[in-house]
């Protein structure tokens, strides 16, 4: 992943503000061929699935399995960390939009770049992922200087902030 954002479209996924990750796609155009083809073509079947490591919630991964308009799979790694804020967005929205890039790219340099948008069915994510979230976000507001007392409430607070805007909808 070389970046990320999120967009918002009122004729797409009910106008839900939807997460993007830009994939680097540097050495491998396959990931770029898919985006071509599924283009010109009806929406295809893709499987999702997260995925963590036993005894670990250092790293989450996100398996997507695309079937129609082509064959192919592709894992994206994200630090528990780093992108917690941006895990729990996919899971919030139950979307992903996917769009190739290379190391600089950023959503605001072409907006209409091509990209996929995939379903997350609620269905596929793990049961322990509000602990996890929680945990991380503790985190990272104790390393900001929020005192013992106050942690869990600020934390509890931001998620309800993020998830508020993860909430959000555009209206035709």
């Known amino acids: 992943m070389v970046s990320d954002g999120a967009m918002a479209n009122p004729f797409a996924a009910d106008g839900r503000l939807i997460p993007l990750l830009i994939l680097d796609t540097h050495g491998d155009s396959s990931l770029l061929n898919l985006v071509k083809i599924h283009t010109d073509s009806p929406p295809g079947d893709v499987e999702s699935c997260w995925a963590l490591k ?17 064959e192919f799979k592709l894992a994206i790694k994200f630090e528990t960390s780093k992108h917690s804020s ?9 979307a992903v939009y996917i769009q ?12 209409n770049a ?3 948008l995939v379903e997350i069915p609620a269905r596929t994510t793990f049961n322990n992922w ?9 985190k990272r507001l104790k ?30």
């Open 130 to 138: 509000d602990d996890i979230l929680v945990k991380s976000i503790k």
């Open 100 to 111: 190739p890039g290379k190391v600089g790219d950023k959503l605001s340099h072409d907006v």
């Open 114 to 116: 091509p990209k996929v």
């Open 54 to 70: 036993r005894f670990s919630d250092k790293f989450v991964y996100l398996s997507l399995s695309f079937e129609r308009p082509v």
């Open 143 to 172: 390393q900001e200087g929020v005192s013992r007392k106050e942690l869990a409430k600020v934390a509890l607070e931001f998620i309800s902030t993020t998830r508020e805007v993860w909430g959000r909808r555009l209206r035709k």
């Open 86 to 94: 941006l895990i729990d967005g996919i899971i919030q929205s139950r």
